[in-house]
């Protein structure tokens, strides 16, 4: 079942994929549709999976999953992984590659390869934390360098 990403609850589990360049209108109309279109009927063991997708600052892809009620596994989600990366076929962009930290540098998002993260930020460079587990923490998941994961890439 597709919700609202608002109303989703915000325990929900999140999966976070960042475009390596902004998404344009007719692009993030495209994601939507097909991802929403997925997600009606995403199932684990044959019982409907409650969901939501939103698109936020027009490069990242956020899916929730509302897991109170049934949990996921890994078939359902590679179902999702391959929903992706047909997407990223289709509109010729980037969504999967995990070696890019999106850091907010002179109120822009930039996507870094974790190989140049060095040469064009610093600890107090804020990045998104696209390893957000639940919807609460979006909160929070833009912070600086030296509270990240991704600290380790500055040395």
Known sequence: MLLDFDSISDD??????????KLT???QEYILQKIGEYLKNWEYHKEPLTAAVTILEGYFII?????????VGGCSIDSLQRILQDIECKLNISLLNRLNIF???DNNIECIPTTK????TNKDTFFYDLTIQKKSELSSWLKAIE????ISFLS
């Open 63 to 71: 899916v929730a999953l509302d897991s109170s009620e049934y949990g």
């Open 117 to 120: 993260l060095a040469e064009n």
């Open 25 to 27: 209108t007719e692009q």
């Open 147 to 150: 509270k990240g994961w991704c």
């Open 103 to 105: 850091c907010r540098i």
């Open 12 to 21: 929900s589990r999140l999966w976070v994929y960042g475009s390596e360049t």
